[in-house]
C-alpha cells in the first residue's frame, strides 16, 4: 500500500504546480488581430506576372484555318476475273399527274439478297428506263429475297422514290412507278448594314425537315433520308439563286465576311412551284477589320492575321485604363474573351490563342480581315510571311478599318484560267505543295460545298514562300487539281506571269461497241494504274454516263454475262462534256 503513495503524491504535486503556473501567466486581455485576419482573409503571396503570350509560326499557317478541298481516295484495286452478280431493273417516271418525265436519273439501290447491287440510268422521251444493277465485288447466282429502293430526280430539283420494293427472285424485274413530287427554290440578295450588296459571300440552305436523297457518289450511290445542304455564292450584285429544291422549309445562313454576319439567319418556305425571295442583312457589331497590303501596296490574300487582347475587358461604358495590365488566364476565366465568328466557312477559326482572349482570321481575295463582337478593350493585330512581321497596338473595336503592311521579300504571281475556254477562273484554292506529293491522279476529288478564296481576274500572289524548290497546287470545283513545278525559288525573287491551265471534269458518255454491235446492259469499268477508278453501266442503246471524270487516260475493262473479258485504252479529254465510241477487244 505505501509503494503507491509516494507516486501518486508526486502527481498531485505536478499536477498543481502546472496549474498555478498557467494562473499566473494568463491574461485575459484581447489581442487586437491583424487586419488581413479580421477581413477573415489569409495572407496571399502576390501573383506572379505572366508573360505575354508568344505567337509561333503555327499562329500563322493558312491550312490550320482553310480546310483542304481535295481529298484522295483509296483506290480499289480489281481482280475480278467472274461476271458480277446482276440483276436488270426497269420501270417508269411519272410527274405528279401522271405524265411521262423524260431525263430523269434514276437510282437502284439493291436490298436484302440485292445487298450490294447498284445501277444508275436515265429515263428515255416516254419516261421509261432500264438499267442493269451490278456489284463488281459479288460473283454468282442471287439466291434469296429480292428488294430494293429506287430513287429518281431531275434537273429543275423534283424528286421521287419508293422504298424497300419486294421483287420476284428472277433476272428481270419491274418496279413500280416512280412518282414524282414538286419542286421550287429560293432567290434572294445578301445585303450589308447600310444596304450594299454583298459580293462573292457563301449562302448555305438547309433543310429543316428530311428529304429523300441520293449520295451522288458513282461507285457506291446511296438513297438516304437526310436534311439536304445546298450551298451557293452571290453575284456582282449580291444576288443568290438555289434551284432544285423539294417543297419544304429550309434555314439560310451567311458566311461572315468583311461586311458583317448575319443575325442567326432566317427560315423560307420553299413553294410547290417558283421560288420563294430572301433578302438577308448583315449586322456589323463591335468590329475590327482592315486590309493587309505587301511594301508594293498590293493586298495580300490567304494569310493568317492575329487579334490579341492586350487589355482588361471592361464593361459597358466604361473607358479601358490608360495603362492596361497584359491579360491573364484567370482574368479571362472571370469575364470572357472574344467573342469572334468560328463557323470554318467564314474561316475565322478556334484556336489556342482563345484562351488568352485572341482570335484568328484569314484574309480574303482583297487581303481583307475582320473580326466582331469584339471586347471594349484594347487589342493587337499581327500578321506574318515568312520572318516579315506587322503589328498594330492599340487597336480598339468599332473604329475605321486598320492597315496592316508586311515586307514583301520574295513575290510569285500568276493567273489561274479554265483549260477548255481560257476564261480566267476566280474561284480557286492555292496552296503549297508538301514534301513527297509530286502528282495528282483521279482519286484525289475536290469537294464543292468547301469554301474557296475569290481571286479577282483569276489572278493570284504568293508572298515570301520558303527559299528552294517551290510546287504548288491549285484545285477548284468542277476541274481536276493541278500541280505547279515553280522551280527553284530565292530570296528576292520575282517570278510573274505565271498560267495555271486547269482541265475540267468531263461529262462522258461512251459507246460501247464489240464486233461492230453495242453492248447493252454490261458494266464498264475504267481503271487508273490498275485500280477501279469509275464504274457505270450500259442501258439498253449501249450507252454508259459517266458525270465529272478526271480527263486522263483510262483502261475500260468489261466481263459479258458469257465471261468474256474484253478492255480497249481510253483518254478522256479536258472538256466539260463529251461523246466517245470504246472499241472493246479480247484480253
Known amino acids: 500500500m505505501n509503494k503507491f503513495i509516494v507516486p501518486v503524491a508526486l502527481l498531485l504535486v505536478a499536477i498543481f504546480a502546472g496549474v498555478g503556473v498557467w494562473w499566473v501567466l494568463y491574461d485575459p486581455t484581447p489581442r487586437p488581430l491583424p487586419e488581413n485576419a479580421a477581413q477573415g482573409n489569409q495572407t496571399v503571396p502576390p501573383r506572379p506576372e505572366r508573360k505575354p503570350l508568344e505567337l509561333s509560326e503555327r499562329d500563322f499557317n493558312p491550312a490550320a484555318l482553310s480546310p483542304d478541298p481535295v481529298s484522295s481516295e483509296r483506290p480499289k484495286r480489281f481482280s475480278a476475273e467472274q461476271p458480277p452478280a446482276r440483276v436488270v431493273a426497269s420501270g417508269r417516271v411519272v410527274d405528279a399527274v401522271g405524265l411521262a418525265v423524260a431525263d430523269a436519273r434514276v437510282v437502284f439501290v439493291g436490298e436484302s439478297a440485292l445487298n450490294g447491287l447498284t445501277g444508275t440510268a436515265y429515263t428515255d422521251g416516254t419516261g421509261r428506263y432500264m438499267l442493269v444493277a451490278y456489284s463488281a465485288a459479288r460473283t454468282g447466282t442471287l439466291q434469296g429475297q429480292f428488294a430494293a429502293t429506287a430513287w429518281a430526280g431531275t434537273a429543275d430539283g423534283r424528286v421521287g422514290y419508293v422504298a424497300q420494293v419486294q421483287l420476284p427472285s428472277a433476272e428481270t424485274v419491274e418496279l413500280p412507278d416512280i412518282a414524282l413530287g414538286s419542286g421550287g427554290g429560293i432567290e434572294g440578295r445578301v445585303v450589308a448594314q447600310d444596304g450594299t450588296p454583298v459580293t462573292g459571300v457563301r449562302v448555305s440552305a438547309r433543310s429543316l425537315t428530311h428529304v429523300k436523297t441520293v449520295v451522288t457518289n458513282i461507285r457506291n450511290p446511296q438513297v438516304q433520308d437526310q436534311?439536304?445542304?445546298?450551298?451557293?455564292?452571290?453575284?456582282?450584285?449580291?444576288?443568290?439563286?438555289?434551284?432544285?429544291?423539294?417543297?419544304?422549309?429550309?434555314?439560310?445562313?451567311?458566311?461572315?465576311?468583311?461586311?458583317?454576319?448575319?443575325?442567326?439567319?432566317?427560315?423560307?418556305?420553299?413553294?410547290?412551284?417558283?421560288?420563294?425571295?430572301?433578302?438577308?442583312?448583315?449586322?456589323?457589331?463591335?468590329?475590327?477589320?482592315?486590309?493587309?497590303?505587301?511594301?508594293?501596296?498590293?493586298?495580300?490574300?490567304?494569310?493568317?492575321?492575329?487579334?490579341l487582347q492586350t487589355g482588361k475587358p471592361v464593361p459597358a461604358g466604361v473607358q479601358p485604363p490608360a495603362n492596361p495590365n497584359e491579360l491573364r488566364a484567370e482574368d479571362v476565366r472571370a469575364t470572357g474573351h472574344v467573342?469572334?465568328?468560328?463557323?470554318?466557312?467564314?474561316?475565322?477559326?478556334?484556336?489556342?490563342?482563345?484562351?488568352?482572349?485572341?482570335?484568328?482570321?484569314?484574309?480574303?481575295?482583297?487581303?481583307?480581315?475582320w473580326f466582331f463582337g469584339v471586347r471594349a478593350t484594347e487589342h493587337a493585330l499581327v500578321a506574318r510571311l515568312a520572318g516579315s512581321e506587322s503589328r498594330l497596338d492599340g487597336v480598339q473595336p468599332g473604329q475605321p478599318d486598320y492597315t496592316l503592311t508586311v515586307t514583301a521579300d520574295t513575290v510569285v504571281s500568276g493567273l489561274v484560267r479554265d483549260g477548255e475556254t481560257g476564261q480566267p477562273l476566280t474561284r480557286y484554292d492555292l496552296r503549297l505543295v508538301m514534301a513527297g506529293e509530286d502528282k495528282v491522279s483521279p482519286f484525289d476529288r475536290v469537294a464543292d460545298d468547301r469554301p474557296f478564296a475569290t481571286h479577282?481576274?483569276?489572278?493570284?500572289?504568293?508572298?515570301?514562300?520558303?527559299?528552294?524548290?517551290?510546287?504548288?497546287?491549285?484545285?477548284?470545283?468542277?476541274?481536276?487539281?493541278?500541280?505547279?513545278?515553280?522551280?527553284?525559288?530565292?530570296?528576292?525573287?520575282?517570278?510573274?506571269?505565271?498560267?495555271v491551265r486547269l482541265k475540267p471534269l468531263c461529262n462522258l458518255d461512251l459507246v460501247l461497241l464489240h464486233e461492230g454491235r453495242r453492248l447493252d446492259l454490261e458494266p464498264a469499268l475504267l481503271l487508273f494504274d490498275k485500280s477501279l477508278a469509275y464504274e457505270a453501266a450500259s442501258d439498253d442503246r449501249g450507252t454508259v454516263r459517266l458525270p465529272q471524270v478526271a480527263p486522263t487516260a483510262y483502261t475500260v475493262r468489261v466481263i459479258l454475262r458469257d465471261g468474256t473479258r474484253l478492255k480497249a485504252d481510253l483518254n478522256v479529254p479536258a472538256k466539260g462534256k463529251a461523246a466517245l465510241e470504246v472499241a472493246l477487244q479480247p484480253e
Open 227 to 307: 436534311l439536304l445542304t445546298r450551298s451557293v455564292w452571290t453575284d456582282e450584285t449580291g444576288r443568290f439563286v438555289f434551284s432544285g429544291l423539294p417543297s419544304t422549309k429550309y434555314h439560310l445562313n451567311v458566311d461572315q465576311c468583311f461586311f458583317g454576319a448575319d443575325r442567326g439567319g432566317i427560315d423560307v418556305e420553299v413553294p410547290a412551284a417558283g421560288n420563294a425571295w430572301a433578302e438577308v442583312p448583315l449586322l456589323a457589331e463591335h468590329w475590327v477589320r482592315g486590309v493587309l497590303r505587301d511594301s508594293e501596296g498590293q493586298p495580300v490574300p490567304g494569310a493568317v492575321v492575329n487579334l
Open 339 to 369: 467573342e469572334a465568328d468560328t463557323d470554318v466557312a467564314s474561316r475565322v477559326a478556334r484556336s489556342r490563342l482563345r484562351g488568352m482572349g485572341g482570335a484568328q482570321c484569314l484574309t480574303d481575295g482583297e487581303g481583307r480581315f
Open 456 to 499: 479577282l481576274g483569276g489572278e493570284f500572289r504568293l508572298i515570301n514562300p520558303a527559299a528552294g524548290p517551290l510546287k504548288l497546287r491549285v484545285a477548284a470545283p468542277g476541274y481536276a487539281p493541278a500541280l505547279v513545278d515553280v522551280g527553284t525559288i530565292a530570296t528576292g525573287d520575282r517570278k510573274r506571269d505565271l498560267e
